[in-house]
Nanobody
Framework: QVQLVESGGGLVQAGGSLRLSCAASGRTFSSYAMGWFRQAPGKEREFVAY????????YYSDSVKGRFTISRDNAKITVYLQMNSLKPEDTAVYYC???????????????WGQGTQVTVAS
């Protein structure tokens, strides 16, 4: 069982930056791939990024590639999402998730956080 708690969301002007954190419980954190997803009002949940459990390899959606960076600190059992050059279309609730393997598919993740709101003003 893994419990995930996101933090770091808020209101930011377009072009600004935010860093989201996802603190996990449990001693098996390093055995999970970690992903970030987002959901805007009226839209489906969208893949943002994931980081693998084995070699910390990363993968990003085209919409955030070059602007967002996912990383993990196994000692702190935390995964981060550094978001730079934010755009109004990045506005959404951001969720972190833990799964056996990294994937763009949300069904591959067994555990989810409650989400944190990110609002980017134009």
């Amino acid at each position: 069982q893994v419990q995930l708690v996101e933090s770091g969301g808020g209101l930011v002007q377009a072009g600004g930056s935010l860093r989201l954190s996802c603190a996990a419980s449990g001693r098996t954190f390093s055995s999970y791939a970690m992903g970030w997803f987002r959901q805007a009002p009226g839209k489906e949940r969208e893949f943002v990024a994931y980081i693998s459990r084995r070699d910390d390899s990363t993968y990003y959606s085209d919409s955030v590639k070059g602007r967002f960076t996912i990383s993990r600190d196994n000692a702190k059992i935390t995964v981060y999402l550094q978001m730079n050059s934010l755009k109004p279309e990045d506005t959404a609730v951001y969720y972190c998730a833990a799964g056996g393997m990294g994937s763009w598919n949300p069904s591959m993740y067994a555990y989810w956080g409650q989400g944190t709101q990110v609002t980017v003003a134009s």
